[in-house]
Every structure is written in structure tokens, then in C-alpha cells.
């Protein structure tokens, strides 16, 4: 019998399960290398991947736990001479069979649960960003890969090669997923403008920031490809926000406990949109960790909190400010035609030197995309290396 | 003297004002109607909007608070004959105005600050959803902000007689902003399919859920219309998320701690994507206050949180699909060719009963959208209604 599996592809440890014994609550499962792990009856019970319970075709649930009834076994699990663990339910006599990767890559008990904290980055780390060569990343997929891995775990990353045609930065963008598509069309270019709706198409030195915090959702990954570059100065500078956050953190405790609580109002003032958003600057998950980083100074609207608080929120900011702004914790890149800089917009922070637009050109053009299609992306891509394609 | 303001429109209130008087942290305003609030120096410090301060064609600040010093007033504000206030800071002897309107419109001492806590429904609310005309919708300003009002605060509405064409949808979606391109394209149907990826595209029941929540951002808006429906069943079924967050923190507290705490994971597994991400099914925000539902019962990946909350987990979880499940929330749809359906994807659960694919045809199209193009296009309406157009 093959045991059913909710994915598309095998596991990374498969030894087999040679011992399984059930109490009134979990089941333990000890594999043949001599790991062992406990496993609650309600998590089992939820995890049947018998096509009963989860049709085959579309991978999701039409078994639904029953809100008013805890599952318990019939009688002691068993394990299969192929390794598996197979148990049969009380009540309905229900059997579900699971495979013994599976069960060892989704173990709870006693393995770190949760996301990985991010490797952050500053001026001292060596060979950043992160350059591969975008010729080969447009055409093969173990280029696209490498580059992908570096762009979800640094964070900044850089194209040499991306052709300098029109159209190059969406091609680029399109390998990952979807563009985002926001008011300022599916591709934008930034360059100096008679009538800017906004202070990037201007040749005015732009503080570090991320693009969009103005939005409820600020897009998660930013692409910017240099088509053309002979202006005088316009140098980009790159700072981990996440390095921020965690000096923040350690330094200045009462700062950052007003920085991931206070929200501060932003907002992106044109004729035709009007976007205007209230969060924190440094926005925490349920659980405490940085999920993201909302900064942009010039798009600042009326800060509005408690009377109280407001002196309070406005040193913190500044002291965020400073440190966003320490020369130590900037990476600065010079642009070139073909150059194309991927990176986290709700990770890393950018900005760039005042250039001169009368002495010469400067031309970028750029979109947006989300971070959920990086993910999706890389396991696609790990899915084909794990079935040898 | 035309006092200078950040925004393109006038503002609703805007007596003059009669008195200012300055300290070492705030300045005291009283307009002629006797309201009084205080603004602090950094604050209106930071709001000055003059030409220097902030770049009138971007409406976006060149000004940035030194990190290092306070601002203080040099000598007492000056009312001016036209009602606005003046101040000259001490150092740079910088002169900032402030329009009364603008200043009583973001006043921030003693008035409430933050969103207004959103106004919930059940199957008892009359006149549920609130239906618009969407030939109306689609060609005149004045419908299309009575609908927007009623998406964004009830977040529940209905269109008729969107017209039953392949693009209807999109058309009606793009008279608030861009579409949010997925994995399903910018368009998407919704009918019995031999080959399904997705449960939505079978014609089994669907319990109460939200889309995408597999998503780290999931769509703040949706949008179905019904191009064709000859089929039995298939009634929809739709909850306020907002009411069962609410019905939980005040009734199962215990419950609602988890909800509100213990990540999720939710998978969307097919052969070209796979889209994971673990979240508590019920988001707060920064403040406490509920900011989105994340529910999926179909859609469960494997729990992972620490071996002592799984039971906890799944208990609480249970407890919210009882709720969920409630007949007394639910408003219950039935299709007609022409009807849209238009809902906050992020607060509304929606659901169907199965229906009979071999009796007819059910068809609906469909796309999604952001919140925040909501509150842009709403902004832009009101400021041409302002304005006088």
C-alpha cells in the first residue's frame, strides 16, 4: 500500500517507524535512527490525507474535525512493513495511514517550531549585496534558485546583465509571480521630472525608506533595473531594517517598546489617489518577532495618538531615524546599465545621494511583487530538484 | 497671505481662530466657537507646510526633525487676520502658518484618535447585504461613493445588473483601483470543474472562509459576479468575521487568547504553486483592536506550534467554527445572472451550500482588490464633492 501524503513531492528523512504506542491523548512514534516524537490524537485526526478526507486532485480538506468531539484511537497504532504509522479511530472506525517522512518533517515535540530569525547584515559584511548574473537567471532555473534563496534570507540582492530594454525588469519580475500592480502602473520609472507626484522623480537626495508604507499592505519585494546612468551622483545606500530593529531592541528598550506599539501616520498625497495609513514602524507578529518595517520619513501626515504620548513617539522616531541613518550600517552601490537590485521593501531600507540631472541621465525603472510568491516559487523550484525534475 | 496646507482640499470645520498662547512644550489654540486643544512644539514642527518644509507638487516633506534637538518657540504664535496660526521657531528663526481647519481637523488633544471600531451585523440586520445598481455604479461618481460607503463600513454589498459579460467584474473592480493579480489570474471563474485545483471549483459545500489566507497578504476586497446560474443549490452563506471576533473575546475568552496568539498554518498546494503561511486566525493589531479574519478549514496545513498548545489550538479552533457555523450570523444570497457580490475579504466569511453541477450550469467570475484603494478612491470622491467638482 503507498501511504497517502498531503504534497507533491517526498521528504528529506525518511528512516522508517519502528515503534508507535498510543496513551488516552497522543501517539509516540519513534523512527529506526531513534528520534522520537509525540504526536497529539487531534493533530493526527486533523492530518488524514486518505482521499476521503482530502481530495487527491486539489490537496484541501473535506474532512472537518467535529467541534463537539475529541478523537481517541481504537485500540494501538501500528506501524507497516513499509515504515508508515496507520491508526484506526474510535466511533467511525476510521483509518489513516502517515507516512513516515512526512510525520518526521512535521514533528512539534521538542522541534523549534516557528519561522527561522533572519541572518541581518550591515556595512562591515563582506560581498553585499549578494550579485549573480542576470542573463542566466532569466533562462535557467538553478540560477533562478541560488538567486532566490539569497533574495528570501539577505534580503538585497543584485542582477548584473539584466538586458537594458524596457521591458527587462517585469521579465525579471515574472520568474518569481505576479507583478503588483499599484497607482503607479505595473512598471514605473523613477527619474528626475518637470511636475513630480512624488520626491523619487525628483533629483533630491531621498532618506532611507521603504516604498508604499502609506498602504495597508506595502509591497513585499521591490525590483529596481538601472537602464540608463550618466548622471553625477545618485549613489544607492541599502540598510537592514531588521539589523535596525534588533539595535533598537537591545539598545533602547523604551524607544522600540513605543516603536512596535505607536502607530504612525503616512501619507502619499496626489490628484488622483490619496493613500494613508496608521501602523508602527516597527511591526511586530503575534508572537513578538519583526514581520516587517514601515518607514519613510518624507511621507509623513499628522501624527495622531494620545495627547500624553506624543513627545514620546517623536523621540523615538528620532532615534530610529539616527539610526537608519549610521554610516556603519549602509551598503552603498553604484549603479550601471543592466544593474538590477532585487530586495525585501518591508525588510530593507533605501535611499540614495542627491544627483545632478542637468549633467546627465538617470534612469530606473522598477515594480513590485509580494514575498508569498518568493516562498511559493522556491518550493516549486525545490519540488523539481527533490523529483530530479 | 493664503495660508499653506498639505492636502487639496478645504477642510469641514473652520471658525478662526481667537488665541494662541505658547509654553516650553505645546501651544494652546482656541477658535471662536471657544473649542481649545494644544499641539506640541515638535509636532507642529513637523507639520509645517510651508514651501521649504514640503515640496508643493509631491505634497511629500523635504523637511526632516534634527534627531538631536528639540524645537522652541522664538517669542509667543500671532493669530493672523485670516484666522490661521504663526509661529517662528527659535535657531533658524523659520516662520511656519497653520490653516485653523487644517489644525482643528487633526487635532489630536482630547479628541479621539485611531480607527473607528467597525459597526457589526448578523442575520437578524434588516436589508441585508445593502444592494446598489451597478449599471449606475459603473457611470456615475455619486453611486459608485454611496456603494464605497457601504463596502467599506459594512463590508458586506450587492450590485444588480452589473452587466453578465466575461469583463463585468473587472469593470466594476477598476472603478476603485488595480486589480490584485494571483496565481489565478487578474479574472477568475467559479464553476464545477473535471479537474479541480481548488475545492471552490468543485460543487461541494463550502464552510464559511475566507480567500487566499494561505497568503502572508491576504486581498482586502472581493468580488463575484454571476454571469450564469441555472443550477440547484449553491446558496451563499455570509458571516461577519468581525461579530464571531467579538462574540468570542466576550464570551470565550480563554478561546479568543489563542485565536488571537497561536499561529495557524494554512496551505494552497498545486502543481505550479505553494502557498503556506501561519498566522493566528484572528490578527490584532499594533493596538489591540481586531485588524483581520485569516479562516480556511479546508485549506489546514499541519499545526506547528509547541507541543503544550496543540490541544489548546485545536479546542479554540473548534470553538470558532461552532461560532462561525452559527445559523443566527449568517445572511444567506441566492445568485441571479447580474448580481455582484462585493465584500471585505479580510472581515467577511464567505460560504456556499453544494449544488448540482449535472442540473445545471452555476458560473460565477470573479478578482480581487485592496482595502486601501477603497479609502483612496472614497478620499478622491470627497474631495470633488468638496470642491464642487
Given amino acids: 500500500m503507498v501511504t497517502p501524503t498531503p504534497d507533491f513531492v517526498g521528504y528529506p528523512e525518511t528512516p522508517a517507524i519502528v515503534a508507535a504506542t498510543g496513551t488516552d491523548r497522543w501517539v509516540t512514534v519513534t523512527w529506526a535512527d531513534g528520534l522520537s516524537a509525540r504526536f497529539h490524537h487531534v493533530w493526527l485526526r486533523d ?3 486518505c482521499a476521503e478526507c482530502l481530495l487527491p486532485l486539489t490537496k484541501e480538506q473535506t474532512f472537518e474535525l467535529d467541534p463537539a468531539a475529541s478523537p481517541s484511537l481504537d485500540g494501538q497504532p501500528i506501524v507497516e512493513a513499509t515504515g508508515a504509522l496507520v491508526v484506526t479511530w474510535a466511533g467511525d472506525r476510521h483509518r489513516s495511514a502517515y507516512h513516515q517522512g512526512w510525520l518526521r518533517a512535521h514533528r512539534y515535540d521538542g522541534a523549534a517550531v516557528g519561522a527561522r530569525a533572519p541572518v541581518t547584515w550591515d556595512g562591515s559584511t563582506p560581498d553585499m549585496p549578494p550579485t549573480f548574473d542576470g ?3 532569466l533562462r535557467d532555473d538553478d540560477a533562478l534558485r541560488e538567486w532566490l534563496v539569497a533574495l528570501r534570507d539577505v534580503g538585497f540582492t543584485r542582477l548584473r546583465d539584466v ?5 527587462g525588469v517585469g521579465e525579471v519580475a515574472a520568474r518569481i ?5 499599484t497607482n503607479f502602473g505595473l512598471l514605473w520609472d523613477v527619474r528626475s521630472e518637470p511636475e513630480p507626484v512624488t520626491n523619487a522623480n525628483t533629483d533630491l537626495a531621498l532618506p532611507p525608506h521603504v516604498d508604499l508604507c502609506t498602504r495597508e499592505y506595502q509591497p513585499g519585494l521591490q525590483f529596481l533595473h538601472c537602464i540608463r546612468n550618466t548622471a553625477t551622483g545618485g549613489r544607492g545606500r541599502y540598510v537592514d531594517g531588521f539589523r535596525v530593529a534588533a539595535i533598537l531592541a537591545r539598545d533602547e528598550p523604551e524607544h522600540y517598546a513605543v516603536l512596535t506599539t505607536q502607530p504612525m501616520a503616512r501619507a502619499n498625497r496626489s ?19 519583526v514581520a516587517e518595517i514601515r518607514w519613510g520619513n518624507w511621507l509623513r501626515a499628522p501624527l495622531a495618538v494620545e495627547f500624553d504620548q506624543v513627545e514620546r513617539v517623536y523621540a523615538a522616531a528620532a532615534c530610529m531615524t539616527a539610526v537608519a ?5 549602509a551598503v552603498h552601490v553604484d549603479w550601471q546599465a543592466g544593474d538590477l537590485l ?8 533605501h535611499g540614495r545621494d542627491t544627483f545632478d540631472s542637468a549633467g546627465g541621465q538617470r534612469f530606473l525603472r522598477g515594480c513590485y511583487g509580494e514575498r508569498e510568491e518568493l516562498h511559493s516559487r522556491l518550493r516549486i523550484l525545490d519540488r523539481r530538484i527533490a523529483s530530479g525534475r
Avoid at 538586458?163 to 521591458?167: D, E, K, L, T, Y
Avoid at 541613518?325 to 550600517?329: F, S, V
Wanted: charged share 30%.
Fill in 163 to 167: 538586458p537594458p530594454r524596457p521591458g
Fill in 135 to 137: 542573463t542566466a537567471v
Fill in 325 to 329: 541613518a549610521r554610516d556603519d550600517l
Fill in 342 to 349: 532585487a530586495f525585501d521593501n518591508r525588510r530593507i531600507l
Fill in 177 to 181: 509571480g505576479p507583478i503588483r500592480e
Fill in 271 to 289: 490628484r488622483d489617489s490619496d493613500y494613508r495609513w496608521s501602523v508602527p514602524p516597527i511591526v511586530l507578529d503575534a508572537r513578538g518577532a
Fill in 47 to 49: 492530518n488524514c490525507a
